[in-house]
């Protein structure tokens, strides 16, 4: 039963761009719950880049004054609604960037769920299931999604270490499987970009049997990104003859960067090899463009994509691939507080952070 879930929660808010690195601590009236939706009590969550884009509106407007972001949850489940099978009370389970779909359309009935046209963000989406209620998302004490949206979390991996794959790592995962299969063995994959989406992506195209090279604007990274599983390193700003150099070298490119002033987008099609693609997972702020024409390709024959995310099918296979390979984030735990979370979202903001910030001790943030 639902009976016992209180009726506000209590997360870090922001009311409008202006203050988008200051959150305070507030409650507000949680979400209705669904047949099919899980309630958790929150443990940890990640501080994905989107939490920045989306509280400097650079991808559209707030769509509520006391907005709480946060895509990479980890917590307990507390409640679970009429329909729901796989998930008992007591489980702990995590939730990513996406909390809901229509569970009926093409897309939702295979592993596309993601994509669903009424798919509800974790936050700052009004659900058309809930009465177009805006999401909240996981800073906060309590995050409701619906079960097709919640993974269950093996127990040999400790909860601030699973959340960044909560994201982050869905989110690389999908399309390197979608684009190398599942015996990358034999090709060659370029990262761009070694943040939080980054270094999980290095890790998880080496653990598919992949040469991995990374790219990076500088050569700071450059240790840490061979310990992460590089083969090979790139400062494309340092090294000024790279793309001759690697001409015709790569099966795939994943674009993992948040933004696109660093990038030539034409170097990077120079390098693929003929009728492959560079799939963009970073997204920047709205008004930032590559700039493309049919011209950009023609002399590759190559492909640009996007991704989004990744189906549920996927997060198992991950979580599956993760344990066998080692495969771990590399995180720094911030005890979730108003002051912690402001320097954290700067530090993020400003390329401060080797690779993850994970808030913790959510017990400690919220009065119960
Ligand atoms: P991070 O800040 O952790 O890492 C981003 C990396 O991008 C930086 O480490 C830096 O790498 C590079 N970078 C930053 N600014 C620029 C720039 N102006 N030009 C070129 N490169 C730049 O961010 P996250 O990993 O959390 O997120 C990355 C992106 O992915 C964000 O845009 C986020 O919104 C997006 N995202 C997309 C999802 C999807 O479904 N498609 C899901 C989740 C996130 P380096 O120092 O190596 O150059
Ligand atoms: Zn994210």
């Given at each position: 039963t639902t009976?016992?879930?209180?009726?506000?929660?209590?997360?870090?808010?922001s009311?409008?761009?202006?203050?988008w690195?200051?959150p305070k601590l507030?409650?507000?009236?949680?979400k209705?719950?669904?047949?099919?939706?899980v309630?958790?009590e929150n443990?940890?969550?990640?501080l994905c880049?989107?939490?920045i884009h989306?509280?400097?509106?650079?991808w559209?407007?707030y769509?509520r004054?006391?907005?709480?972001?946060?895509?990479?949850?980890v917590?307990?489940?507390?409640?679970?609604g009429d329909?729901?099978t796989?998930?008992?009370i007591?489980?702990?389970?995590?939730?990513g960037?996406?909390?809901?779909a229509?569970?009926?359309?093409n897309?939702?009935k295979?592993?596309?769920?993601?994509?669903c046209?009424k798919?509800?963000?974790t936050?700052n989406?009004?659900?058309?299931?809930?009465?177009?209620?805006?999401?909240?998302g996981g800073?906060?004490?309590?995050s409701?999604?619906?079960?097709?949206?919640?993974?269950p979390?093996?127990?040999d991996?400790?909860?601030?270490?699973?959340?960044?794959?909560?994201?982050?790592?869905?989110?690389?995962?999908s399309?390197?499987?979608?684009?190398?299969?599942?015996?990358?063995k034999g090709?060659?994959?370029?990262i761009?970009?070694?943040?939080g989406?980054?270094?999980?992506?290095?890790?998880?195209?080496?653990?598919?049997?992949?040469k991995?090279?990374?790219?990076?604007?500088?050569?700071?990274?450059?240790d840490?990104a061979?310990?992460?599983g590089?083969?090979?390193?790139?400062?494309?700003?340092?090294?000024k003859?790279w793309?001759?150099?690697?001409?015709?070298?790569?099966?795939?490119?994943?674009?993992?960067?948040?933004?696109?002033?660093?990038?030539?987008?034409q170097?990077y099609?120079?390098?693929?090899?003929?009728?492959?693609?560079f799939?963009?997972?970073g997204?920047?702020p709205a008004?930032?463009?590559?700039?493309?024409?049919p011209?950009t390709?023609?002399?590759?024959?190559a492909?640009f994509?996007?991704?989004?995310l990744?189906s549920?099918v996927?997060?198992?296979?991950?979580?599956?691939?993760?344990?066998?390979?080692n495969?771990?984030?590399?995180?720094?735990?911030?005890?979730?507080?108003?002051?912690?979370c402001?320097?954290?979202l700067?530090?993020c903001?400003?390329?401060?952070v080797r690779?993850?910030?994970?808030?913790?001790?959510?017990?400690?943030a919220?009065a119960?």
């Amino acid at each position: 039963t639902t009976d016992s879930v209180p009726a506000k929660f209590q997360g870090f808010a922001s009311s409008n761009k202006n203050t988008w690195n200051k959150p305070k601590l507030v409650s507000y009236d949680r979400k209705q719950i669904n047949p099919h939706d899980v309630v958790l009590e929150n443990e940890v969550c990640g501080l994905c880049y989107s939490d920045i884009h989306t509280l400097q509106s650079n991808w559209g407007e707030y769509n509520r004054d006391d907005l709480v972001v946060g895509h990479e949850i980890v917590g307990k489940v507390i409640a679970v609604g009429d329909k729901v099978t796989e998930f008992k009370i007591g489980q702990r389970v995590g939730i990513g960037a996406a909390s809901s779909a229509c569970r009926e359309c093409n897309r939702c009935k295979s592993d596309n769920e993601q994509y669903c046209a009424k798919a509800a963000s974790t936050y700052n989406a009004p659900d058309v299931r809930s009465n177009n209620y805006v999401t909240q998302g996981g800073y906060s004490s309590h995050s409701i999604a619906d079960e097709q949206f919640v993974f269950p979390i093996p127990d040999d991996l400790p909860s601030a270490y699973a959340a960044p794959l909560m994201c982050a790592g869905i989110t690389v995962f999908s399309p390197l499987l979608r684009n190398l299969g599942s015996d990358a063995k034999g090709k060659t994959v370029g990262i761009i970009g070694i943040g939080g989406l980054g270094h999980l992506a290095l890790q998880l195209a080496k653990a598919l049997g992949a040469k991995v090279v990374a790219f990076s604007r500088t050569s700071s990274k450059k240790d840490q990104a061979l310990k992460l599983g590089a083969d090979e390193f790139i400062a494309t700003n340092e090294e000024k003859d790279w793309s001759s150099k690697y001409h015709d070298t790569f099966d795939f490119i994943l674009n993992c960067a948040s933004g696109v002033d660093g990038l030539n987008l034409q170097d990077y099609l120079s390098v693929l090899k003929v009728d492959k693609k560079f799939i963009s997972v970073g997204l920047p702020p709205a008004t930032e463009q590559f700039g493309v024409s049919p011209f950009t390709f023609l002399k590759h024959g190559a492909s640009f994509g996007s991704s989004l995310l990744g189906s549920k099918v996927e997060v198992l296979e991950m979580l599956k691939l993760a344990a066998k390979h080692n495969v771990k984030p590399w995180i720094e735990e911030v005890p979730l507080s108003e002051e912690n979370c402001s320097k954290a979202l700067n530090r993020c903001h400003d390329g401060d952070v080797r690779y993850r910030f994970v808030f913790t001790e959510f017990d400690k943030a919220f009065a119960k």
